[in-house]
């Protein structure tokens, strides 16, 4: 890291008065050409100076120095509010939740490595002349030069790297490069043929407003009045696939009779035309009903078109090359060379040398196991960040700061000294990391660490720690110092057994060999599997880099299933265990590569990911929580209210009367300010409340409180179950509730009133609202033990992180009887401090306690601590895993030496 590189001879960014979110006027220093962690417990403020803050600022300076015309045509950050910032080098983020690839987007094409790989076959193939012969790989091709076939002479056009793209000129005719192909299922065109066609037999001419084509039918000799089953083949086959012909029919509408020439659209036409209309996904998910999706037979699946899948390199064609999983794609690779004639081998060791250097980076993140056709729709988040950071590394900038959201996200600990590698190798091109995470692995390898706190929300918002690991594990301020010295214990909850022996890597095989042979086992001896303990089995044939697998999880009990990076967790979990329980539940055929499942009462199944809860400011935790229901509802039971005529509809900032007119209830406005970037401010009319000034005539009495609407959405979910349980609410959050009804026009008196002497509330809305306050009251009292309490209610969902997300999505859940239901969770502990882990682990208790059966997908050696039963896939990633190399307790799978993950939770349990 040497000096001349730091910005102005300084050696640290300096920011002053910081205020974005809930940042307290944060002044810090933060160390330049160094790596630098950012932690603290959730909603602390970490990503709010990570990103909101540092790289707001820095990307927004970069920005301001190109043209007003290229900045025109680019995105641009919002200035922050902060006092200063001084030595702040340009710089880029690596978020949490990277976009997702769509149905054209590959591994390959992500990592820029399809790239590479078409050059090769394009520069240094044998390439096939008009007649069949191949030709030598010769300089000619390089050289653009013409050459001929050795055998027949007829000239030979070799592809260039762009012929052998399947989003361009090399895509499969039939497919359009997208590898699939869609064709109309006839089985679900008449889905009940005890129906007549005018009773709407034909399904698609129903749902998609075509019942004119019954009409046209019968001009082609078609009964419409008799059950569908009862037609002759020749109907039917007028039906499915008559002519697209105009016919002379005669309509009758509420109009009178009309006479019309129309074009008659058979049924299996209709869903092509509307697959064709599809111009959104609701849409889409309407028409797919209809419809089967399959690998294009033409091209098998590869994309490319024949002639892209001529040219060949030691006999392997470009198709074939991408299906090999990344590290055995590096080992052929590196054996072109020796291959290539003298005169060529510079030109093709050249490529293969930067085939090398991009593939090498990804296998240090633990993507070796991917394959390059691998769909980019299919990669986990934290599989497309590493893709993403790899990248970052690859461009070999300079002078940079970059900021990471997250960057151990799908990491198992076995991949983390990769992860550190390559942040090293960042600062080793001279540039500055800051990255934000939660993992102790990572954040004991930082050189400077920031620790944000001491709460979240209105008690957050500070620096409460800063220096080496070392030192903030010795600082008494300090929230994370127990889990970075060892010292605060994993466990944290009472574990409850499930016995089941430990698969190890002799007795695997026989174990699952011996269930693959037997392909009906007895419902008994799958539940009773274990003494008490009932049992959920499945057994699935190889799929992907799988294995055949026989699958035990305990009922009623919490279970996480483990292993590297593509060892088949989620195959196991999401792409055989989920889809079988619901083919079961609803009587459907299972997966092709399930051949049983037991499961043992389980009749629900409920996925709870990290993914955003609605897609824009509408959507508020209120909204989402339900509590915006029950608050309209008390609202509109208020004298003031029914005097004024005002219902609970009438309280939505949706769609209600009393919603602000000039942002319509977003509560902002956004400016377009031309060569600047767009500024978004708080409604000016509503001062961000999201509505008109006479919601602040209508109170609401909560003991000896009384609150308006926007008052009641400004608070914390703590500062109101405060009020909502008689206890004085927190000063801040008094203190904001109070600027938010104090408004201009606003009528509503201080929020320190007594109830009962509010105008327009009396002592009989209390009476009348009182059943509602107590559902508010236990809403809240959910939210708060969620680990939510820091959030106001009028938070937007969209802002939330993931893993505030994925506890939110499980508040509707807690307090019911889940006997009968699984849940699946995929990797909660994403975004979470070793805090944070504690109260999820509450979160999971309380749904064991209604019965529910849990199974996570989890890195997380805390979280895998406190399960009960653990399925260690591995023992590596793609072809070096696919099997359980073990199950069992906790412990039991510590003492396997085979797994990985038993390595790491030794250590873990002490």
Avoid at 139 to 158: H, N, Q, S
Avoid at 481 to 510: H, I
Avoid at 691 to 708: F, H, K, P, Q, S
Avoid at 712 to 737: C, H, K, N, T, Y
């Amino acid at each position: 890291m040497a000096d001349g590189r730091r910005i102005g001879g300084a050696d640290h960014i300096e920011i002053r008065g910081a205020r974005v979110n809930n940042l307290k006027h944060v002044d810090v220093d933060i160390p330049l050409n160094r790596l630098v962690a950012v932690a603290g417990v959730s909603g602390s403020g970490k990503s709010s100076l990570a990103l909101d803050v540092l790289y707001a600022e820095g990307s927004r300076r970069y920005l301001d120095a190109l043209s007003t015309y290229t900045r025109r045509r680019m995105s641009q950050a919002q200035r922050p509010q902060i006092d200063e910032a001084r030595y702040l080098p340009p710089a880029l983020a690596l978020r949490q939740r990277p976009g997702v690839g769509g149905v054209r987007s590959t591994f390959g094409t992500m990592t820029e490595l399809l790239n590479v790989l078409r050059l090769m076959f394009s520069r240094l193939a044998h390439h096939r002349c008009p007649n069949g012969h191949y030709h030598a790989p010769t300089i000619a091709v390089a050289a653009e030069t013409p050459f001929f076939c050795d055998e027949c002479g007829a000239r030979i056009d070799a592809p260039g790297a762009e012929m052998l793209a399947f989003n361009s000129t090399g895509a499969c005719p039939r497919c359009q490069g997208t590898g699939l192909v869609r064709d109309v299922d006839d089985t679900t065109l008449v889905p009940d043929d005890s129906l007549t066609i005018d009773e709407g037999a034909v399904l698609p001419w129903k749902m998609f407003g075509w019942r004119v084509q019954n009409d046209i039918a019968r001009e082609f000799g078609v009964r419409t009045d008799v059950p569908f089953r009862d037609l002759t083949d020749k109907e039917r086959d007028i039906v499915f696939n008559g002519p697209e012909e105009k016919k002379h029919i005669v309509v009758t509408s509420m109009k009178g009779v009309h006479e019309l020439d129309f074009t008659f659209r058979n049924a299996r036409l209709t869903v092509t035309k509307e697959l064709e209309r599809a111009s959104d996904e609701k849409r889409l998910a309407r028409v797919m009903r209809f419809v089967t999706e399959h690998t294009c037979p033409d091209c098998d699946g590869t994309r490319l078109s024949e002639a892209a899948r001529w040219p060949l390199i030691d006999g392997i064609n470009l198709a074939q090359a991408t299906a090999m999983i990344l590290e055995d794609a590096l080992a052929w690779v590196r054996g072109v060379p020796a291959g290539l004639p003298d005169e060529m081998r510079p030109m093709g060791q050249a490529l293969a040398d930067t085939f090398e250097e991009m593939g090498q980076r990804l296998v240090q993140l633990g993507l070796g196991y991917l394959g390059l056709d691998r769909s980019g729709e299919s990669l986990s988040t934290g599989e497309r960040q590493r893709a993403q950071l790899a990248r970052a590394v690859r461009n070999e900038t300079t002078g940079v700061l970059y900021v990471l959201d997250e960057p151990s996200t799908g990491l198992h600990p076995a991949n983390m000294e990769g992860l550190i590698g390559v942040m090293r190798d960042l600062l080793g091109d001279g540039n500055s990391v800051v990255f934000v995470d939660h993992d102790v692995n990572v954040l004991r390898a930082a050189d400077h660490f920031i620790e944000m706190g001491p709460g979240a929300g209105v008690e957050g918002g500070r620096v409460i720690a800063q220096g080496s690991p070392a030192q903030i594990a010795a600082d008494p301020n300090s929230r994370i110092a127990g889990f970075l010295d060892g010292r605060e214990p994993a466990l944290v909850r009472e574990r409850r057994a499930a016995s089941a022996a430990v698969v190890g890597s002799d007795e695997e095989a026989s174990f699952g060999e011996s269930a693959v042979r037997s392909k009906r086992k007895s419902g008994k001896e799958a539940t009773d599997h274990g003494g008490d303990t009932r049992w959920l089995r499945m057994r699935t044939e190889a799929i992907h880099t799988v294995r055949p697998l026989d699958v035990a999880i305990p009922v009623g009990r919490l279970t996480a299933v483990t292993g590297v990076s593509g060892s088949g967790k989620t195959t196991m979990v999401l792409e055989s265990l989920v889809p079988a329980l619901q083919a079961a539940a609803e009587g459907r055929a299972l997966p092709k590569h399930v051949d049983e499942i037991d499961a043992a009462g389980i009749d629900t199944v409920r996925i709870v990911d990290s993914t955003p809860i609605g897609v824009n400011v509408r959507s508020t935790l209120a909204t989402y929580s339900g509590i915006m229901d029950l608050l309209r509802r008390a609202f509109a039971a208020t004298d003031e209210a029914r005097a004024r005529g005002l219902a609970l509809a009438d309280f939505s900032y949706n769609t209600g009367s009393l919603r602000c007119p000039q942002c319509d209830g977003a509560g902002r406005v956004n400016l377009d300010v031309q060569f600047l970037p767009d500024v978004t401010i708080a409604c000016p009319a509503c001062e961000g409340t999201r509505y008109r000034d006479e919601v602040n005539g209508i109170r609401l009495a909560v003991g000896e409180r009384c609150m308006t609407l926007p008052q009641i959405l400004a608070m914390s979910v703590d500062a109101l179950l405060d009020v909502f349980e008689g206890r004085a609410p927190r000063a801040a959050d008094s203190a904001q509730a109070t600027a938010a009804g104090s408004r201009k026009n606003a009528t509503a008196p201080a929020d320190k009133t007594n109830a009962h002497d509010a105008a327009g509330t009396t002592p009989a809305d209390a009476t009348r609202t009182d059943a509602t306050r107590k559902r508010i009251a236990k809403a809240l009292r959910t939210l708060h033990d969620l680990g939510l309490g820091y959030l106001t209610l009028g938070e937007d969902t969209p802002s939330l992180s993931g893993g505030e997300a994925q506890r939110l999505k499980l508040s509707n859940e807690l307090g019911k009887k889940q006997r009968t239901s699984l849940f699946v969770l995929d990797e909660p502990t994403v975004g979470l401090h070793p805090l944070d882990v504690r109260t999820l682990i509450g979160v999971l208790q309380r749904l064991l306690d209604g019965g529910a059966t849990i199974v996570v997908i989890e890195h997380d050696l805390d979280l895998i601590a406190n399960a009960d039963h653990v399925i260690d896939m591995g023992p590596g990633g793609g072809e070096q895993g696919g099997r359980i190399v073990a199950t069992g307790s906790p412990e039991r799978i510590a003492a396997v030496g085979e797994s990985l993950t038993g390595r790491y939770l030794r250590a873990c349990l002490g």
